[in-house]
């Protein structure tokens, strides 16, 4: 005969269990941890593909492929009626310095116009849609969400400097130029990417509007660009600060094969200098 169960012993109050009751004090919370590198690499992916998947990417690409070619066609054009001329009189031209340095420096000046297009939606464009909070809900904290960003426009940027590298590449193939000087070009190119990168960035963090942010990076990369040129018109005093903060001549550096450190560390700061300043407004 089986024994009968017993119930609790009289004066004892049963214990809750899931909904009969309300459950005891809870502990402290424990706080969530902030996001690992996976999530900074599973969002910078995301935007990735969500630009090159874009109109903006589309246009971006239109645009670089276009005046690649017409700026590739002048310096090879121009290569070919001063060699006809230097043959006519008995010589030849250095093909490296005509096809190669002028063209590398127009890439990089291409560059600096293509890369506001991939900085212009990471802060900005979120913020002007309205999901710049969701965005910031991620456990990533403020610099692994830039870094993110950073390297989702770094390496789109970069795609296309690749691109833009193929021509010498085949140059490179057919006997033309030298592989240090394109490698110098590369690294060059890269580092004015990263640059260029970052302080659009700084911008887009500062701006609602993504064509507000666009033409700020712009305009604040053609300056930097051109004051280059105005050395020779202004006071030697401030010709040499003039030339400090100037890009171009050092990306010329690097296009005719020149490593310099000094150009090396120029840009290394002020991609981290914008970096920094790259605090997102809600």
Known sequence: MAKPVEGPPKGAQARPTGSEGPAGPAGPKRPERPGGWGQVLTLARYEFASFW?????????LV?????GLFFNN???????ANLGAMSRGGAIDATLTMFTVGLSDLGLLLALVSPLATMRSFASSAHGGHLDLLMSWPLGRRRLTLSLFCAAFFSVSLLAV?????????????????????????????AVAAFVAVGLAVSSHTRKPMASALTTLGALGFMWAIGWAG?????????????????PRINHFTLGLLDFNDVLYFAALTLCSLALAKPVR
């Open 64 to 68: 670089f492929l276009g005046l690649e």
């Open 53 to 61: 998947g874009g109109a903006t990417g589309a246009l971006a690409l």
């Open 75 to 81: 310096s090879v054009a121009a290569y070919a009626l």
């Open 232 to 248: 020779p018109y202004i006071p030697e005093t401030a010709s040499l600060l003039v030339q400090g903060l100037a890009f171009g």
């Open 163 to 191: 691109l833009g590298l193929t021509p010498y590449a085949l140059l490179l193939s057919m006997g033309v130029g030298s592989l240090r000087l394109l490698a110098a070009a590369f690294l060059g190119l890269i580092l």
